[in-house]
């Protein structure tokens, strides 16, 4: 019965460890896929000037990621800035806007916020592109793929490299 006992605790002890680790390098992904979308997007002129801030909302951990990934980097002649905030309210103006799982349900208010402002608007739930959001991660076979609406996009201001999608998984007019 001990042994039986330790085993099973053995055993939930490396999911557990697995799972964090699973979990720390989807964040990780998020974070370079967040950085790397400022390549494929262009912003208008007034979305040029100042820093270039990406804002996450209820994801401190991409926040954190995206950080160490952005470090001194810019784009264009724009420092990036990495803000994380836990309430649609807290919303500024932003290029790009990462809406974390949990927080999917403030997406409507998010996009009534940013309505006026080139913003590209990434989620990570399925069927958000049907609600606004640019560009929407998926997680499939353990692997971050993405899917992106261009029309969403567009409607934001932003004009979109060719290349990005053919990264997509998938790409809807």
């Not at 989807?26 to 270039?52: Q, R, S, V």
Request: overall charge positive.
């Amino acid at each position: 019965m001990y042994m039986a006992k330790r085993t099973f605790q053995t055993v939930i002890a490396i999911l557990m460890i697995t799972v964090h680790s699973v979990y720390s390098q989807e964040e990780k992904y998020i974070g370079l896929f967040l950085y790397n979308f400022t390549k494929f997007f262009d912003w208008p002129e007034n979305a040029k000037t100042g820093d270039f801030v990406i804002t996450v909302l209820g994801h401190e951990s991409v926040a954190k990621e995206l950080r160490q990934i952005s470090g001194m980097k810019k784009v264009g002649n724009q420092n990036i800035v990495v803000k994380n905030i836990s309430n649609p309210s807290e919303i500024e103006r932003c290029q790009i806007m990462f809406v974390g799982f949990w927080h999917s349900r403030y997406l409507p208010q998010i996009i009534e916020k940013l309505q006026n402002d080139p913003c590209l608007i990434v989620t990570e739930k399925e069927g958000l592109l049907k609600q606004g959001a640019a560009i929407n991660f998926l997680v499939l076979e353990n692997t971050i793929k993405f899917e992106m609406k261009k029309s969403n996009a567009v409607k934001q201001g932003l004009k979109i490299d060719q290349r990005i999608m053919e990264l997509a998984m998938k790409v809807e007019e």
